[in-house]
T-cell receptor, first 106, second 114 residues
Framework: GIQVEQSPPDLILQEGANSTLRCNFS?????LQWFHQNPWGQLINLFY???GTKQNGRLSATTVATERYSLLYISSSQTTDSGVYFC????????FGTGTRLTVIP | GAVVSQHPSWVICKSGTSVKIECRSL??????MFWYRQFPKQSLMLMAT?????????EQGVEKDKFLINHASLTLSTLTVTSAHPEDSSFYIC??????????FGQGTRLTVV
């Protein structure tokens, strides 16, 4: 399967700060998604982004498929952004990396 | 986005009994669904891929006789944990793929075997 590396593994931010999360993957893909797993375990879809750049409010994502990485930007972070962020490449089998655990403190 | 409903959200059962977890795609047809298991503070581990009308494909190390998967319709897949033991206690999550190959996840089921 495709290997997924996410960095950093843990991140602590002061409320209002900005951050960039990175996802590297080992093979070319035609599908990549970002998810946020909240403290209750629910996985929330953030972006479906095989390539290019998308923005949704304070969040944006960029995937450079030819270089096998994707970035998730969080601006003006809020405490509700806390949780684990996963990227998953590939359509037929969604393999997960270890994620980035974000803690936003007031 | 599309909605995937998973039921129950949590269940406690006695050792030796079986537990069935349902995963439904509410507003789209899903020919493929996935089942995952997640231990505390760890990532999601893919257990099996469920295709409508055919046998599930299990990942290496997952006992197919222990974790029975049925995908009888385009909107419903079930996972049955048979003869559950305390080591089966975990968080189980399903996902379904829509026609655009975007995945949506259920709320998850927290299973505790006592």
């Amino acid at each position: 399967g495709i290997q997924v590396e996410q960095s950093p593994p843990d991140l602590i931010l002061q409320e209002g700060a900005n951050s960039t999360l990175r996802c590297n993957f080992s093979d070319s893909v035609n599908n990549l998604q970002w998810f946020h797993q909240n403290p209750w375990g629910q996985l929330i879809n953030l972006f479906y982004i095989p390539s290019g750049t998308k923005q949704n409010g304070r969040l944006s994502a960029t995937t450079v498929a030819t270089e096998r990485y994707s970035l998730l930007y969080i601006s003006s972070s809020q405490t509700t952004d806390s949780g684990v962020y996963f990227c998953t490449p590939g359509a037929n089998n969604l393999f997960f990396g270890t994620g980035t655990r974000l803690t936003v403190i007031p | 986005g599309a909605v995937v409903s998973q039921h129950p959200s949590w269940v406690i059962c006695k050792s030796g009994t079986s537990v069935k977890i349902e995963c439904r795609s509410l507003d789209f047809q899903a020919t493929t669904m996935f089942w995952y298991r997640q231990f505390p503070k760890q990532s999601l581990m893919l257990m099996a891929t469920s295709n409508e009308g055919s046998k599930a494909t299990y990942e290496q190390g997952v006992e197919k006789d222990k974790f029975l998967i049925n995908h009888a319709s385009l909107t419903l897949s079930t996972l049955t944990v048979t003869s559950a033991h305390p080591e089966d206690s975990s968080f189980y999550i399903c996902s379904a793929i829509d026609m655009n190959t975007e995945a949506f996840f259920g709320q998850g089921t927290r299973l505790t075997v006592v």
